[in-house]
Structures are given as C-alpha cells and as structure tokens.
C-alpha cells in the first residue's frame, strides 16, 4: 500500500487517458485523479462527463512542471512513430515519439511508481530493440522496471487481448511480481438479450446465411470471428476489439455485431460508465481503452505489496 503522505490512498496521472480504463482501476482502488491528458475530442467528452475532469489536450505542449505532483503516472501511450528508436541511445532515441512526453514528465516529476501500457507486440517490434530502447531510457531516469505480457483473458474479461505492460519503481528495493489472474469471464453476462437490442445491429441475411454455410460454433454463445483472409472461426470469447474494424469482422453467434455497451464490458467498463458519443466513436473509443481488469490485477499487486515511498515533494 503507498503511503506517500502517511495516508492509504494515492494520487495519479493519466496520460493518453482515453475514456479512463486507467481511471476506473484506479477509482476502485481507492486513487484520486490530479491530471489528465488526452487529445481526442470525443475521448475528452466522454471523460469530463463520467469524471469531472477536464483532460489537457496536447501532451506534447505541455510543460511538465505544470503537471500536479503524484504518486503513480499512467500512461497508456501509443505504439506509433518508433522507427527511429533502435540505436540504443536511451532518451536521445526516444526523441520524437510520444514516449519521450512520458519520459520528461518521469524525468521532471518523479513520481515513485508509473504503470505503462502498449499492444504485445512492443515487446518485439524491431526484433526487441524498441522495448531494450525505452527500459534503457526508463533506468536512465532511475526507475527499476518490470515488464510483461498480460492477456485481458486471464483477468475476468471473456476478451483475447494481449498487452504488454511496464512497471517502474523509484525504490530499487520494491519487490513486484506481476499477477497471474483467475481465467476469463463469462460471456453470457457481458451480452445483452437479443430481443433487447435494436434491429440496426443485426447483420443482413445475406452475410448471416452466408457465414452459418461456412462455419458451424461449438459455442453458445460465442463470437464468431472473420480473418482477413476470409476464414471464420467461433470462441466463447471475443478476439481482441480494434479502434476501427471490431463492428464488422465479430458477430455474436454468427448474426449480429457487438453493441457499444457489450464492447465496453469486454473492457471492464462497468454500466454506470455514461456513453455519451455516437456509435462509432463509442466503438472506436473501446477499442483503444485499457482493460480495466487487467490495470485493477496489477495496481493491487503494487498496492498489496504495501509500497512505500517518501513524500512527494
């Protein structure tokens, strides 16, 4: 448990915070939100209005002096524009991608933990290189860090989705060790009744006669799943959700697509998360959350290893 200020709670950030999947873990936990950041319009709609918090916009204009004190930073960053890392020149290399933003408010700031999130495949993007890169860059700014490959699966959410999360400790004496999880959810209970849901989310009898010729599910229910290439596979669980593609290529039972609360629920979002963008930028908002489950298992972890760290100054 932190004890920062002789208290059991804790401050946080939240940087690329999205609609909050950060932000629930957190809450649940017993965190008080000081900083937000987040540059979609959409996304910040949806977090003033379920947190009361008006995110920063653009991260790359923010002065991190400016940014409150806190005990834990988040940062669910984005994986693109890693190209240049790879010369192994630590925080020099990560100049220019949305990591160093991250870093320089670690640098400027110092909290004593962060929790890092980003797609498993950080961990092997330019053959390990980029991942070696911003270890290398996260020790230069004194942190002992632990990573790992975590799948929403694992942690009570019927959702295949593999992350890779990175853990950073001031204190090079904190012991950590990442949960294991308990299996997945339950499907059923993330479902909604057919007959509940509107007709619009239906597909067209065209493609649901066409995909039952092609595939016959072991599972009821299940979410049947289209590759690229056209073939068609059926599990108890949902494939990872996209930012874009998820309302086409998943279909439950084979006839008709995920409603923005079902793919909110695959992330952990409980149902007094307020919706309040359309459906496409609901689905494209689940898509690119943080599974709550996921960030609650290892945030407990810090928390149940009883922590401690000086006060923040």
């Given at each position: 448990?932190?004890?920062?200020?002789?208290k059991?709670?804790?401050t946080?950030?939240?940087?690329?915070?999205?609609i909050?999947?950060?932000?629930?873990?957190?809450?649940?936990l017993?965190?008080?939100?000081?900083?937000?950041?987040?540059?979609?319009?959409?996304?910040?709609?949806?977090?003033?209005?379920?947190y009361?918090i008006i995110?920063?916009n653009?991260?790359?204009?923010?002065?991190?002096?400016?940014?409150p004190?806190h005990?834990?930073?988040?940062?669910?960053?984005?994986?693109?524009?890693?190209s240049i890392?790879?010369?192994?020149?630590?925080?020099?290399d990560t100049?220019?991608?949305?990591f160093?933003?991250?870093?320089?408010?670690?640098?400027?700031?110092?909290?004593?933990?962060?929790?890092?999130?980003?797609v498993?495949?950080?961990?092997?993007h330019?053959?390990?290189?980029t991942?070696h890169?911003i270890?290398?860059?996260?020790?230069?700014?004194?942190?002992?860090?632990?990573?790992?490959v975590?799948?929403?699966?694992?942690?009570?959410?019927p959702?295949?989705?593999?992350?890779?999360?990175?853990?950073?400790?001031?204190?090079?004496?904190a012991s950590?060790?990442?949960?294991?999880?308990?299996?997945p959810?339950?499907?059923s209970s993330?479902?909604?009744?057919?007959?509940?849901?509107?007709?619009?989310?239906?597909a067209?009898?065209?493609i649901?006669?066409?995909r039952?010729?092609?595939?016959?599910?072991k599972?009821?229910?299940?979410?049947?799943?289209?590759?690229?290439?056209?073939?068609?596979s059926?599990?108890p669980?949902?494939?990872?959700?996209?930012?874009g593609a998820s309302?086409?290529y998943l279909?439950v039972?084979?006839k008709?697509?995920?409603?923005?609360?079902?793919?909110?629920?695959?992330?952990?979002f409980p149902?007094?998360?307020?919706i309040?963008c359309n459906?496409?930028?609901?689905?494209k908002?689940?898509?690119?959350?943080?599974?709550?489950?996921?960030?609650?298992?290892?945030?407990?972890?810090?928390?149940?290893?009883k922590?401690?760290?000086?006060?923040?100054?």
């Open positions: 448990m932190i004890n920062s200020n002789g059991d709670s804790f946080y950030i939240d940087l690329f915070a999205g909050g999947g950060f932000h629930q873990a957190a809450a649940q017993g965190g008080e939100c000081v900083f937000a950041c987040e540059i979609d319009p959409y996304a910040q709609a949806a977090y003033i209005e379920n009361g995110p920063y653009d991260i790359t204009a923010l002065d991190a002096g400016d940014v004190n005990d834990i930073l988040f940062a669910g960053f984005p994986c693109q524009a890693f890392c790879g010369n192994m020149r630590g925080f020099e100049r220019g991608t949305l160093f933003d991250v870093a320089r408010i670690l640098e400027n700031k110092k909290p004593p933990i962060f929790i890092l999130e980003n498993k495949q950080l961990s092997t330019d053959k390990g290189r991942l890169t270890l290398l860059t996260l020790d230069e700014l004194g942190y002992k860090t632990h990573w790992k975590l799948n929403a699966l694992d942690f009570g959410l959702q295949k989705r593999e992350r890779t999360i990175i853990v950073g400790f001031l204190d090079h004496n950590f060790i990442f949960p294991h999880g308990s299996g959810g339950n499907l993330v479902l909604e009744n057919d007959n509940d849901v509107d007709e619009k989310y239906f067209s009898d065209h649901a006669i066409k039952a010729k092609m595939h016959v599910s599972f009821s229910p299940g979410i049947w799943h289209e590759n690229k290439a056209g073939n068609i059926s599990y669980y949902s494939c990872a959700l996209r930012a309302y086409n279909l039972n084979g008709r697509r995920l409603t923005p609360r079902e793919m909110l629920r695959l992330q952990g149902d007094s998360f307020k309040v459906d496409s930028q609901t689905r908002q689940a898509g690119n959350a943080v599974p709550v489950n996921v960030i609650h298992a290892v945030l407990k972890e810090i928390l149940n290893g922590t401690t760290t000086s006060p923040v100054s």
